[in-house]
């Protein structure tokens, strides 16, 4: 079974960035057909997707959010971690890590979300 936790501060000043970090176990973040995903989810607001990084090391963002978005792995920890530059207060939300199956085109594993508050 594959657990997803995600680490990083709760509380972030605007124009400074976001740096989470997913780890990973029970399965490798170089297994094939998955893609390794951020969703967020602001206050009374659905899900948002933010980007992914491929099994391949391939990375692909929202185009939102691509300017300020960097998402990275080290494979020999079996992390992947996001950063978000030049926060403002409406980045505050809960955060996830999660899997994505892209063979059977669903989110398979879900960490149990981080929440980051952009306050001074």
């Known amino acids: 079974q594959v657990q997803l936790q995600e680490s990083g501060p709760g509380l972030v000043k605007p124009s400074q960035t976001l740096s989470l970090t997913c780890t990973v176990s029970g399965g490798s973040i170089t297994t094939n057909y998955y893609y390794w995903s951020w969703l967020r989810q602001p206050p009374g607001k659905g899900l948002e997707w933010i980007g992914v990084?491929?099994?391949?090391?391939?990375?692909y963002s929202s185009p939102s959010l691509k300017s300020r978005t960097s998402i990275s792995r080290d494979t020999s920890k079996n992390q992947f971690t996001l950063q978000l530059s030049s926060v403002t207060p409406e980045d505050t939300a809960v955060y996830y890590c999660?899997?994505?199956?892209?063979?059977?085109?669903?989110?398979?594993?879900w960490g149990q979300g981080t929440q980051v508050t952009v306050s001074s």
């Open positions: 999660a899997t994505f199956n892209t063979a059977l085109q669903s989110y398979d594993y």
């Open positions: 990084i491929a099994y391949s090391g391939s990375t």
